[in-house]
């Protein structure tokens, strides 16, 4: 088993959870603020099976990040790339569902 911990920018978490609950994995996040800008952000936990990595990072690079326009009067404007997060990565010894 494999924890993942996806830190992911608040604007796109909501996207980034569906893309995730959508594919049956089941996630646990909390909100979290840090970065030099202490910008606002989730961690997302994902405990799943070692196989399932490469499936669970192919969903994360596909919805982790966005393109901005920002105008800037009626001809300027600037294109930039935002968003994104960090994925750490760890084994778990154990994992138990407790009774509900």
């Known amino acids: 088993m494999k924890m993942l911990m996806a830190v992911i920018h ?4 909501e996207m980034v959870l ?5 594919e049956g994995y089941s ?9 030099m800008l202490r910008q606002s952000q989730l961690a ?3 405990a799943i099976e070692e196989e399932k990595v ?3 990072m192919k969903i994360l690079k596909e919805t ?3 393109d901005v326009s920002i105008h800037s009067g ?8 935002i968003g994104g997060g960090v994925v750490f990565t760890w ?7 407790l009774p509900v």
């Open 18 to 22: 569906d893309a995730l609950i959508a």
């Open 44 to 46: 997302m936990f994902i």
């Open 54 to 56: 490469p499936s669970v």
């Open 10 to 13: 608040s604007f796109e978490a």
């Open 64 to 66: 982790c990040s966005s």
């Open 74 to 81: 009626e001809k300027a404007s600037t294109s930039a790339k």
């Open 27 to 35: 996630v646990t996040f909390m909100e979290s603020r840090g970065g």
């Open 91 to 97: 084994d778990l010894s154990s994992m138990e569902r």
